[in-house]
T-cell receptor, first 112, second 116 residues
Framework: KNQVEQSPQSLIILEGKNCTLQ??????????LRWYKQDTGRGPVSLTI?????NTKSNGRYTATLDADTKQSSLHITASQLSDSASYIC???????????FGTGTRLKVLA | EAQVTQNPRYLITVTGKKLTVTCSQN?????MSWYRQDPGLGLRQIYY???????DKGDVPEGYKVSRKEKRNFPLILESPSPNQTSLYFC???????????????FGQGTRLTVV
């Protein structure tokens, strides 16, 4: 069964610190992996999109990595800001399908 | 401004009273989809549409209907809402479907539906 699991479920860090969020998936055959940021009560916003052949992709202070062999991805946030407080969702799609498979997200809280 | 617009943002209704949540996009996207988001479950796809007059079921289609008569609009219809359809609903659109790596999906602001 195609699944996407994220860890931790929630995380609290101090402003200015770095953090790493994890995503493990069992989706096969793999097509691409996306990270989204979702502010409370709002729609998700795309951060990065990676294919099988890409190991890393950055978007400002956000850096996503992908290990297609172990089926793991991580999202690293550098020098966190209060505005980074949100849920971060990992989304995987399988080759040949029209669907996205969503993880349940990691809720990040950045404290001053 | 490129956007996906959902209406209404908030809705409280009673069991069995038909309702429609509208979704409109101004980006000429072919692919549109509806999701529901429940605590601890993440987003689950209800229906999707590859283009005008082409729709298909997602993972949780029971109790919902959709139509795609125009490219920009993709309304979600609940013919007889029940309390278990209380949820946060999102509409999304993209140029192509999930198979296309370079396609970014744009989400609406969400509709919070409560069925009592």
């Amino acid at each position: 069964k195609n699944q996407v699991e994220q860890s931790p479920q929630s995380l609290i860090i101090l402003e200015g610190k770095n953090c790493t969020l994890q995503c493990n998936y069992t989706v096969s055959p793999f097509s691409n992996l996306r990270w989204y940021k979702q502010d409370t009560g709002r729609g998700p916003v795309s951060l990065t999109i990676m294919t099988f052949s890409e190991n890393t992709k950055s978007n400002g202070r956000y850096t996503a990595t992908l290990d297609a062999d172990t089926k793991q991805s991580s999202l690293h946030i550098t020098a966190s800001q209060l505005s980074d407080s949100a849920s971060y969702i990992c989304v995987v799609s399988a080759r040949g399908t029209y669907k996205y498979i969503f993880g349940t997200g990691t809720r990040l809280k950045v404290l001053a | 401004e490129a956007q996906v617009t959902q209406n209404p943002r908030y809705l409280i209704t009673v069991t069995g009273k038909k309702l429609t949540v509208t979704c409109s996009q101004n980006m000429n996207h072919e692919y549109m989809s509806w999701y529901r988001q429940d605590p601890g479950l993440g987003l689950r796809q209800i229906y999707y549409s590859m283009n005008v007059e082409v729709t298909d079921k997602g993972d949780v289609p029971e109790g919902y209907k959709v139509s795609r008569k125009e490219k920009r609009n993709f309304p979600l219809i609940l013919e007889s809402p029940s309390p278990n359809q209380t949820s946060l609903y999102f509409c999304a659109s993209s140029l192509r479907d999930a198979r296309n790596t370079n396609t970014e999906a744009f989400f609406g602001q969400g509709t919070r539906l409560t069925v009592v």
